[in-house]
């Protein structure tokens, strides 16, 4: 029995952020999925796994009208604050709080470390 091979077999691998670059351009300007699977020489169908695989890692949001944007930190700017002498407690710093993909909500000080920061969201959103 002889078999021939008519062409090359391609096996592309894709990194999370080429993934989560074709699946955000889904609607964009308009374009479908089919559009863009075909744009991309993927089938419709790995787009929507890759969808998938994307929120479970947290790096797509699961909510359509939730906007991620980067955020740096940095050290606050020195604030003059002027205690009034009838408020003898002193006032606590102000917290960030972030929605994280999994729903829950973390709230944090502001000169909280990044890396430690980093670190809790990982902690939270894998329990």
């Known amino acids: 029995m002889r078999g021939d091979i008519l062409g090359l077999e391609r096996r592309r691998r894709w990194s999370d952020e080429e993934k989560l670059g074709i699946v955000l351009s889904v609607g964009m300007e308009g374009a479908t999925v089919t559009q863009v699977a075909h744009r991309h020489e993927v089938t419709r169908q790995q787009l929507y796994a890759w969808r998938h695989e994307l929120k479970k890692k947290g790096l ?3 909510l359509p009208e ?3 944007l980067p955020v740096e930190l940095t050290a606050p700017a020195e604030l003059t604050v002027h205690p ?3 408020d003898p407690a002193p006032q606590r710093p102000a917290l960030i709080e972030l929605q994280l993909s999994n729903g829950r909500c973390l709230r944090f000080d502001p000169m909280l470390d990044t890396a ?3 670190r809790l969201i990982r902690v939270v959103e894998a329990a």
């Open 116 to 118: 430690e920061l980093t």
């Open 60 to 62: 797509l949001s699961p």
């Open 66 to 68: 939730t906007l991620l």
């Open 84 to 86: 009034s002498a009838g």
